[in-house]
């Protein structure tokens, strides 16, 4: 099981804003990172620290936490938006890697 | 710009090893924290491991006692060793460079190649 729990699925009206949220206790502690991934392709990094985004990443994906949280926000979600997301952290020990289960975003 | 291809046989029969290798090319094997990640058909990511050019590895607990990452510099290569499989180890397999600075993250990815476990 994952240290870091995620809705299966949310949707948003195109144009709309939608939260995509991560909790888990490391978050208190360690930033969390975003991944988008679309039907047969590699994840995409598209937030990393506190709410930076690699070069190429639209600005209208942005990231933020408080506490146990972490939340990545698309205001006017865009047909291209929708696809899995996927945050990942350090887990509570710091020295690995966790993911997220995913969240997947439909864009009606 | 740096790019990673994975490379190994796509089916595999129960406990057997499953082996991969990552070839980078583009960019110093002392760039990153070399990683792989799995996600089986339909299902999440898992993060597999890491292993540092100077040796340094970490992996996940749950597979820890079954994997092991290595580094060739000599062939700008790292490999993916994981033993005595069975069919929940079918998955995509990416190898990928991790970020460990302040923040962890992965902003290089391979393509992936789908391993088969199967008699």
């Known amino acids: 099981s994952s240290e870091l729990t995620q809705d299966p699925a949310v949707s948003v009206a195109l144009g709309q804003t939608v939260r995509i949220t991560c909790q888990g206790d490391s978050l208190r502690t360690y930033y969390a990172s975003w991944y988008q991934q679309k039907p047969g392709q590699a994840p995409v990094l598209v937030i990393y620290?506190?709410?930076n985004r690699p070069s190429g990443i639209p600005d209208r994906f942005s990231g933020s936490g408080s506490g146990n949280t972490a939340s990545l926000t698309i205001p006017g979600a865009q047909a291209e938006d929708e696809a899995d997301y996927y945050c990942?952290?350090?887990?509570?020990?710091?020295?690995?890697?966790?993911f997220g289960g995913g969240t997947k975003l439909t864009v009606l | 710009q740096v790019q990673l291809q994975e490379s190994g046989p796509g089916l595999v029969k129960p406990s057997e090893t499953l082996s991969l290798t990552c070839t980078i090319s583009?960019?110093?094997?002392?760039?990153?924290?070399w990683s792989w990640i799995r996600q089986p058909p339909g299902k999440g990511l898992e993060w597999i491991g890491y292993m540092y050019y100077s040796g340094s590895t970490s992996y996940n607990p749950s597979l820890k006692s079954r994997v092991t990452i290595s580094v060739d510099t000599s062939k700008n290569q790292f490999s993916l060793k994981l033993s005595s499989v069975t069919a929940a180890d079918t998955a995509v397999y990416y190898c990928a460079g991790l970020t460990l600075t302040g923040y962890w993250y992965i902003d290089l990815w391979g393509r992936g190649t789908l391993v088969t476990v199967s008699s």
């Open positions: 990942s952290s350090r887990d509570s020990s710091g020295y690995h890697l966790v």
């Open positions: 620290g506190k709410d």
């Open positions: 583009g960019g110093s094997i002392s760039g990153y924290y």
